[in-house]
């Protein structure tokens, strides 16, 4: 397996790791893909400065499929004299590639860059499902806390 990150020459492979995930679990991806929307919307994302933070891993098996991605966003702000810090934002992994040690490896990528450039913290919003919790216990170091969150929109 193979980890490689979102760019405009993976951008096949991601559309088509999108198209399988609404085939395999409709139940979570209620809405149907509509590949040129989101091929569109990928491209003009990857080419906008304002994404240049994010990121997009993707695990790749010996026939160039997507299995699973991992998406995080490093948070700048002059918090307490300049602080930085990870959010993950998705993690899947298809069903049937589950329990095979990839959202393991896409998390190992990521603290790997995330170690190289000096971060070495990050947050999600766990997902309450079971088989999530599960891994995310399993996950070293890491805590699963309850705490408020703020949304707005419509503002």
Same mark, same amino acid.
């Given at each position: 397996? @193979?980890? $490689?990150?979102?760019? +405009?020459?993976?951008? &096949?492979? $991601? +559309?088509?790791?999108?198209?399988?995930?609404? #085939?395999?679990?409709?139940?979570? %991806?209620?809405?149907? $893909?509509?590949? +040129?929307?989101?091929?569109?919307?990928?491209?003009?994302?990857?080419? /906008?400065?304002?994404?240049?933070?994010?990121?997009?891993?993707?695990?790749?098996?010996? /026939?160039? /499929? +997507?299995?699973? !991605? #991992?998406?995080?966003?490093?948070?700048?702000? %002059?918090? %307490?004299?300049? @602080?930085?810090?990870?959010?993950? @934002?998705?993690?899947?992994?298809?069903?049937?590639?589950?329990?095979?040690?990839?959202?393991?490896? #896409? %998390?190992?990528?990521?603290?790997?860059? =995330?170690?190289?450039?000096?971060?070495?913290?990050?947050?999600?919003?766990?997902?309450? /499902?079971?088989?999530?919790?599960?891994? *995310? !216990?399993? #996950?070293?170091?890491?805590?699963?806390?309850?705490? &408020?969150? =703020?949304?707005?929109?419509? *503002?």
């Amino acid at each position: 397996m @193979d980890i $490689l990150t979102l760019s +405009v020459e993976t951008l &096949d492979a $991601l +559309v088509a790791f999108e198209k399988k995930t609404r #085939l395999t679990e409709p139940e979570i %991806f209620l809405d149907d $893909l509509d590949e +040129v929307h989101f091929r569109s919307a990928t491209l003009t994302a990857l080419k /906008n400065p304002h994404y240049s933070s994010a990121r997009c891993l993707m695990s790749i098996d010996a /026939n160039k /499929n +997507v299995t699973g !991605r #991992l998406d995080f966003s490093i948070l700048s702000s %002059f918090a %307490f004299g300049g @602080d930085l810090r990870v959010y993950v @934002d998705w993690v899947y992994v298809l069903k049937e590639h589950r329990h095979k040690g990839i959202a393991q490896s #896409l %998390f190992n990528k990521m603290e790997d860059y =995330l170690t190289d450039i000096g971060i070495n913290e990050y947050f999600l919003i766990a997902a309450e /499902n079971d088989e999530a919790q599960s891994f *995310y !216990r399993n #996950l070293e170091n890491a805590t699963i806390e309850k705490q &408020d969150i =703020l949304t707005r929109r419509g *503002y």
